[in-house]
């Protein structure tokens, strides 16, 4: 199956700080990347939907300030966290879908990042 | 609006069992549903889909998942249960009106095999 490669896997930061997370689609090319949010036994919250070359779709709630996202490519989205802050800390998983059609095909997800802010 | 659900936060299962994780859905037009699996601290691994078709649907791992469009269900299914199963599972659709066509999650269901 179709891979997909986030780095790092954890990362620690002090508050106030930046921290950038990318997402790669290792051997397909992906249109759309997707980025989810995920609280300890709990399901996935959608943060945010990023085009290759075109601004992101941010949910409902989130900050696009605060939560940047670039696609700059078929095969890398970013995700940064701008002055990250102690209630940032989570598991953020992002999730590539192969180009075809988007009603039927299937979404990848990544192994996720656990981010903590002290 | 799309969604699913699954009514169980937690389904225990003696190893060698069979198992099944539920999942009701409410969708607008034709549904696109998706099964998961997640390991501790890992992202998630894609099981199955449902797009058209038979409704028995194989999957990775000896899984499999009956589409019900009468009953609006599409439970997840595994003739013998092992050990190594154990992981929380999520049902999911496709939200075929939003233009990224994104997926609607669960709440996700906590699958304990014990040997």
């Known amino acids: 199956g179709a891979v997909v490669s986030q780095h790092p896997s954890w990362v620690i930061c002090k508050s106030g700080t930046s921290v950038k997370i990318e997402c790669r689609s290792l051997d397909f090319q992906a249109t759309t990347m997707f980025w989810y949010r995920q609280f300890p036994k709990q399901s996935l919250m959608l943060m945010a939907t990023?085009?290759?070359?075109?601004?992101?779709?941010?949910e409902q709630g989130v900050e696009k300030d605060k939560f940047l996202i670039n696609h700059a490519s078929l095969t890398l989205s970013t995700l940064t966290v701008t002055s990250a802050h102690p209630e940032d800390s989570s598991f953020y998983i992002c999730?590539?879908?192969?180009?075809?059609?988007?009603?039927?095909?299937?979404?990848?997800f990544g192994p996720g990042t656990r981010l903590t802010v002290l | 609006a799309q969604s699913v659900a699954q009514p169980e936060d937690q389904v225990n299962v003696a190893e060698g069992n069979p198992l099944t994780v539920k999942c009701t859905y409410s969708v607008s037009g034709n549904p696109y549903l998706f099964w998961y699996v997640q390991y501790p601290n890992r992202g998630l691994q894609f099981l199955l889909k449902y797009i058209t078709g038979d409704n028995l649907v194989k999957g990775s791992y000896g899984f499999e998942a009956e589409f019900n469009k009468s009953q609006t269900s599409f439970h997840l299914k595994k003739p013998s249960a092992l050990v190594s199963d154990s992981a929380l599972y999520f049902c999911a659709v496709r939200d075929i009106y939003n233009q990224g066509g994104k997926l609607i999650f669960g709440q996700g269901t906590e699958l304990s095999v014990k040997p």
């Open positions: 990023s085009n290759e070359g075109s601004k992101a779709t941010y």
């Open positions: 999730s590539a879908r192969q180009r075809g059609l988007a009603s039927t095909d299937t979404q990848y």
